[in-house]
């Protein structure tokens, strides 16, 4: 398995509909975890972070991690045209982040 | 702008040159990542620096490959006689703590 898993879609939602991001990690990754946004040709941007079960809200995007069952979501609320991206979870492991292979998000007008 | 910054944002150099690139962190960051992307995948850890000490190197990472940061502050890496397996893209990043902030990226193009 690898350490962090992501389906690398597209995904594909109408504009103003919610778009939900599954990522997965295994036990030897640390129990902190980031999505960041990559647009075609750009490098990524940080979206958010997440360190503690639960959700966790900024705008209109919501990070929730599951320890329990080893899975970090993002959703964005209200999906807009601009959201159309590869969004990349990530984890923290030893000073450095591992990485999924990322999932193309298409948000469709 | 107090982002990260690279300089070159891009470099087409010819199979077996050594090419440099150049990162600048945020001003306050202590810590400071180089990972490399290429085309459907998530970046790759090459190295970290905390202050001017290398305390992490990816195994994966040949001989050829090369960084320092001299003064705790940019950093360099190098990749002497290049081949076209090190076509990608370059990313470093600097953080505080965990949450790391990304540069642009340099793109490398080897022939």
């Known amino acids: 398995q690898k350490e962090v898993e992501q389906n690398s879609g597209p995904l594909s939602v109408p504009e103003g509909a919610i778009a939900s991001l599954n990522c997965t990690y295994s036990?030897?990754?640390?129990?902190?975890f980031f999505w960041y946004r990559q647009y075609s040709g750009k490098s990524p941007e940080l979206i958010m972070s997440?360190?503690s079960n639960g959700d966790k809200e900024d705008g209109r995007f919501t990070a929730q991690l599951n320890k329990a069952s080893q899975y970090v979501s993002l959703l964005i609320r209200d999906s807009q045209p601009s959201d159309s991206a590869t969004y990349l979870c990530?984890?923290?492991?030893?000073?450095?982040?591992?990485w999924g292979a990322g999932t193309k998000l298409i948000i469709k007008p | 702008d107090t982002g990260v910054s690279q300089d070159p944002r891009h470099k087409i150099t010819k199979r077996g040159q050594n090419v440099t690139f150049r990162c600048d962190p945020i001003?306050?960051?202590?810590?400071l990542y180089w990972y490399r992307q290429t085309l459907g995948q998530g970046p790759e850890f090459l190295t970290y620096f905390q202050n001017e000490a290398q305390l992490e190197k990816s195994r994966l990472l040949s001989d050829r490959f090369s960084a320092e940061r001299p003064k705790g502050s940019f950093s360099t890496l190098e990749i002497q006689r290049t081949e076209q397996g090190d076509s990608a893209m370059y990313l470093c990043?600097?953080?505080?703590?965990?949450?790391?902030?990304f540069g642009p990226g340099t793109r490398l193009t080897v022939l």
């Open positions: 997440i360190y």
């Open positions: 990530a984890a923290y492991s030893n000073y450095q982040l591992i």
């Open positions: 036990d030897r990754v640390s129990q902190s």
């Open positions: 990043a600097s953080s505080l703590q965990d949450e790391q902030f």
């Open positions: 001003s306050e960051h202590n810590r």
